[in-house]
């Protein structure tokens, strides 16, 4: 990356793709952000979970929830081709007129592939704890 804000613009890209991902509601789509050998500790969910066919059946029951995510605070460290985006950020979950808020505090590593794309090595998302 040629300077923070250049990272910081990828880090928002590659988060608002990973949001998108979910409003389509297909859980193939958003594992596919995920590398073969991702490690994912989902915020709503207490196990560990690695590659994109565990992602993917996590988010098969997630999306039910239909989530949508928003970045209240956050940190960008560059890690060669991957980077490090942390902070925290609140998710609507629920049906329409029964939405409610969930605080949590995310990390995300990100690294690029020899084909490149951008895809997800490390994901962690846990409740805010108050």
Same mark, same amino acid.
């Given at each position: 990356?040629? #300077? ?9 890209? #590659? ?20 590398? +073969?050998?991702?490690? $994912? ?18 988010? /098969?029951?997630?999306?039910?929830? #239909?989530? $949508?995510?928003?970045?209240?605070? /956050? ?14 950020? +609140? $998710? ?5 007129? /029964? ?15 020899? +084909?490149? #794309? ?13």
């Amino acid at each position: 990356m040629k #300077n923070e804000n250049d990272l910081l613009e990828v880090a928002h890209s #590659n988060f608002k793709m990973w949001n998108e991902a979910l409003q389509t509601k297909n859980p193939k789509r958003v594992a596919l952000l995920y590398s +073969d050998d991702a490690s $994912f500790l989902p915020t709503l969910n207490g196990e560990l979970k690695t590659g994109q066919e565990e992602a993917e059946g996590y988010f /098969e029951h997630f999306l039910l929830k #239909n989530p $949508f995510g928003r970045i209240l605070k /956050e940190r960008v460290q560059p890690l060669g081709d991957s980077y490090i985006h942390s902070g925290l950020y +609140d $998710f609507e979950v629920g049906k329409d007129g /029964e939405r409610q808020t969930v605080k949590a505090r995310f990390t995300y590593v990100w690294q690029k592939e020899k +084909d490149g #794309n951008w895809r997800i090595i490390h994901h962690h998302s846990s409740v805010k704890p108050d």
